[in-house]
């Protein structure tokens, strides 16, 4: 089955730097990769996702690229801000009717002001 | 924007009793899943559901529990004896395939077995 793996487990940057988040998934009939934010407590929000037949992706701040050769995707975060604090999950899944996301161990991330 | 709703947020439960967590999908998904998170770790499948049947289970889906649709807008997920390591956030969600294939999390129940 399909096995995502995560990178770093904590990420600390300075408030306007940039953060990177690094995933890894193994099976090549995966399709749809989505990143999830989770605040302390709450639920996982999506907040950008991204189908194998784009390369990459971007919404204000935030950006994800797909590298289907090599299997790895990542989120690229611009300008943080303290409120983009959380911890972030990566997810893999076969776009097919009703397929589950495998999740990555999730990232936490801390924007120092 | 459409929600899905969980009940309730917080359950805390005796080892070995039932527990049933509750959950309204969005009204005109048509997919439904359990996901739990232990916490600090990352959220894991546990099962989902379409036509009224399990479509998929995982390893952790075991004869404890069971899933069901009662009526037309609730989804059930049943832990018949709980166990100390069923302690966990659940979370239910919802999709559609024809909504830009758009997961939609509750906002889960923490369930605490002592």
């Known amino acids: 089955g399909e096995n995502v793996e995560q990178h770093p487990s904590t990420l600390s940057v300075q408030e306007g730097d940039s953060a990177v988040i690094k995933c890894t998934y193994s099976?090549?009939?995966?399709?749809?990769f989505p990143w999830y934010k989770q605040e302390l407590g709450k639920r996982p929000q999506l907040i950008i996702d991204?189908?194998?037949?784009?390369g990459e992706k971007k919404d204000q701040r935030i950006a994800v690229t797909l590298n289907k050769t090599a299997k790895h995707f990542s989120l690229h975060i611009t300008e943080t801000q303290p409120e983009d604090s959380a911890v972030y999950f990566c997810a893999a899944s076969r776009l097919e009717y009703g397929n589950k996301l495998v999740f990555g161990a999730g990232t936490i991330l801390r924007v120092k002001s | 924007e459409p929600e899905v709703t969980q009940t309730p947020s917080h359950q805390v439960t005796q080892m070995g009793q039932e527990v049933i967590l509750r959950c309204v999908p969005i009204?005109?998904?048509?997919?439904f899943y359990w996901y739990r998170q232990i916490l600090g770790q990352k959220v894991e499948f546990l099962v989902s559901?379409?036509?009224?049947?399990?479509?998929?289970k995982s390893e952790i889906f075991d004869d404890q529990f069971s899933v069901e649709r009662p009526d037309g807008s609730n989804f059930t997920l049943k832990i018949r004896s709980t166990k100390l390591e069923d302690s966990a956030m659940y979370f239910c969600?919802?999709?559609?395939?024809?909504?830009?294939?758009?997961?939609?999390f509750g906002s889960g129940t923490r369930l605490t077995v002592v």
């Open positions: 009204s005109n998904h048509l997919y």
């Open positions: 991204i189908r194998s037949n784009v």
């Open positions: 099976d090549s009939a995966s399709n749809y």
């Open positions: 559901f379409y036509n009224n049947e399990i479509s998929e």
């Open positions: 969600a919802s999709s559609d395939f024809l909504d830009n294939y758009g997961y939609t």
